[in-house]
């Protein structure tokens, strides 16, 4: 009986090895002849312009900057916190079980696309417009 391939010790496990081995070489030969620039030293008495919070929360912090509008009791942030930390993932995370369409096909589920189309561009918007407006 005929086995098809490379035997795995020591044909496929030295292509390897070899391949990754380059690949470092690579990575530290372009290392060294474009070394990353130093910036100016960290000044403790100033605040770096402009200060945004990770990428994964841009959107919350473009959402507070856009809700000025206390509701009742509730103030502005604190709706603002809880429009955009709750309600956005929970609209994606009920996604599957507002729509129950067992169809595969995304042209038949016209439900589940426009609340994860309108959740998904809302983030990006928000995130945008954090960015943006300063």
């Known amino acids: 009986m005929r086995v098809r391939g490379l035997a795995f010790f020591p044909n496929f496990l030295l292509r390897e090895v070899v391949i990754m081995f380059t690949t470092a070489a690579s990575i530290f030969l372009l290392a060294s002849l474009f070394p990353a620039s ?74 589940a696309v426009l609340l994860g189309v309108i959740t998904v561009a809302a983030v990006l918007f928000f995130t945008i417009y954090g960015i943006i407006f300063e």
């Open 38 to 111: 130093l910036l100016e030293p960290a000044n403790p008495f100033e605040t770096p312009k402009p200060i945004f919070p990770e990428w994964y929360f841009l959107y919350v912090y473009g959402f507070l900057k856009f809700w000025t509008w206390d509701i009742g009791p509730l103030k502005a942030k604190t709706l603002g916190i809880i429009i955009s930390m709750v309600l956005f993932p929970l609209l994606l995370f009920l996604v599957p079980f507002i729509d129950r369409n067992p169809e595969v096909n995304l042209k038949r589920r016209p439900i």
